[in-house]
């Protein structure tokens, strides 16, 4: 049975099934609140038979998880508890995945040079989309040897001497170079 045509009649019947009285469902579907009419309606077969559907559609609807009043899924819960679990993928996903590793495994490289040097814009946007967008680094660093230090020659020679054994060409400037930092 699908919800009655009378919409007042519906009504009453989703205020009996939630738990309101006969006599209140019937004032706020909207009839003149006359007792013996509301208890009259209750013994109607299709009144009965819809409050009982309501209740029962309520009772599955809570237990796969869903708001009793719009019925919408509730937060966490997916509304099918004996589906696929989560993670895992179908068959046809599973074979899309096997047969894009293949391609890339024989034409990956080939693709990507050529891209860089067709379409080097789109090049450059696929690899900043794999980039992790926040790169966090931290650099400690003794302070202690900058302490007394008399002139920025002297710092200079000291901040070289401590990064060279990272790389050599990290550095690359002299402190006395004529030529100025933007190639001039």
Known sequence: MSALLNEKHER???????????????ALAGFAGHRQNASRMMTRDDIKQRIEEIKSQRETNSKIGRDEQSGQ???????????????????????????????WEQ????????????????F???????L?????????MNMSLFQEVRDFNECWDI??????????????????????????
Do not use: W
């Open 12 to 26: 009453f019947c989703r205020e009996v099934a939630k738990g309101t009285n006969a006599s209140r469902a019937y």
């Open 73 to 103: 899924f509730l937060q966490g819960s997916s509304g099918n508890p004996y589906g696929r679990p989560k993670g895992s993928r179908n068959k046809l996903g599973e074979q899309f995945i096997a047969d894009l590793h293949a391609e």
């Open 107 to 122: 034409s990956g490289a080939t693709a990507l040079k050529r891209m860089a040097e067709n379409d080097p814009v789109s």
């Open 159 to 184: 901040a070289q001497r401590f990064l060279a054994g990272a790389d050599d060409n990290l550095i690359e400037l002299q402190p006395n170079d004529s030529k100025p930092l933007n190639g001039r």
């Open 132 to 140: 992790p967008a926040k790169i966090e680094t931290t650099v400690e």
């Open 124 to 130: 450059v946007k696929v690899t900043a989309s794999i």
